[in-house]
């Protein structure tokens, strides 16, 4: 007895060590995302009460700013909505957001620049192991690869999309 007291310790960090994986995120039907591009958090609502928080996303790789014209790598900032899904992405999957909005376009008309678009929540890349270190968009806003599953699985077209500095 006084033995197996001695490697009580030893057995139970090999016990926390060896739980099993987690299982799956699953989120209700969403009627609200809102990211928080500072604190690289999602919060998601369901009935207008925030139900799960995704840390750690990854944004465009410049993230500080709004988005004003293709190619300069930003995050856009303000509400839109997710308008449509991509189930062949080459981000394993994929939620468009609606950006630009026409005060986007004109503003980014008014500079002689296009204002860009295609604009998504998505996954890592495919064939990648693992999340790809830092910010590495081009001015998406990148999950795990269970987390957009998670919200393709909860966020029907028409979500509203707000997207805080």
């Not at 998505?122 to 957009?148: F, K, Y």
Request: glycine share 10%; with cysteine.
């Amino acid at each position: 007895m006084r033995g197996a007291l001695r490697f009580a310790p030893l057995l139970l960090l090999l016990s926390v060590g060896a739980a099993g994986p987690q299982p799956p995120l699953v989120l209700p039907e969403l009627d609200l995302i809102r990211v928080r591009k500072a604190a690289r958090v999602m919060e998601l609502y369901a009935d207008g009460r925030v139900v799960h928080v995704i840390e750690h996303i990854q944004l465009g790789d410049e993230p500080l700013g709004p988005k004003r014209f293709e190619g300069d790598e930003r995050t856009p900032e303000g509400r839109y909505i997710v308008d449509w899904g991509n189930p062949k992405s080459a981000y394993h999957l994929s939620l468009h957001i609606s950006y630009p909005s026409a005060a986007d376009r004109a503003y980014a008309a008014a500079q002689g620049r296009s204002a860009g678009g295609m604009i998504m929540i998505h996954g890592q890349p495919n064939g990648w192991q693992g999340r790809v270190a830092g910010d590495w968009t081009d001015g998406c806003i990148a999950l795990s690869d269970a987390e957009i599953e998670a919200l393709w699985d909860a966020v029907p077209d028409g979500t509203p999309i707000e997207i805080l500095p």
